[in-house]
């Protein structure tokens, strides 16, 4: 029996999708969405944020420094408080200021410092074990990061 190979297509055997550059080929015939029973990732904002919103998450202390990963932005905070349970925390916001001269750029810097007087914002870990403030952005654990898109 000769060896078995792998079928391309220039357009998806199932849906009847053409690929989006010309001259690609569908890897087995089928389109991702179709090899994948209709599921696809929904992928919004800064890739960035979301590859360090699905990072592996240590366990909460006071004190610590977290991020808030919104859209494209960061901004840099601080636990105050733990549940008992360790499923529930409380962030501050970090007074962040800019030390770098470097303009509408990418290449940005800063110092923190505690924001007693900010609000306190409650976060629960998901099912996933994602840190989420409660109608607000996921929370990054153990990394202080304060950053502007430039493009918005």
């Known amino acids: 029996m000769p060896p078995r190979k792998e079928q391309t297509d220039d357009k998806c055997s199932r849906c009847g999708a053409i690929p989006l550059f010309a001259g690609?080929?569908?890897p087995g015939g089928m389109c991702s969405k179709c090899q994948n029973g209709g599921a696809v990732m929904k992928l919004y904002g800064s890739l960035t944020n979301r590859m360090m919103e699905s990072s592996k998450q240590p366990a909460a202390i006071v004190g610590m420094g977290a991020?808030?990963?919104?859209?494209?932005?960061?901004?840099?905070?601080?636990v105050v408080r733990v549940s008992p349970s360790g499923k529930t925390i409380w962030l501050r916001e970090d007074r962040s200021t800019r030390t770098d001269k470097n303009g509408q750029s990418e290449a940005q810097s800063y110092t923190y410092e505690r924001d007693e007087s900010a609000p306190e914002q409650k976060a629960t870990m998901t099912r996933a074990g994602e840190w989420k403030i409660v109608n607000g952005p996921r929370v990054l654990l153990g990394l202080r990061q304060t950053y502007n898109d430039p493009n918005y």
């Open 24 to 26: 690609a080929r569908f």
């Open 67 to 78: 991020t808030l990963c919104h859209y494209s932005d960061r901004d840099a905070a601080t």
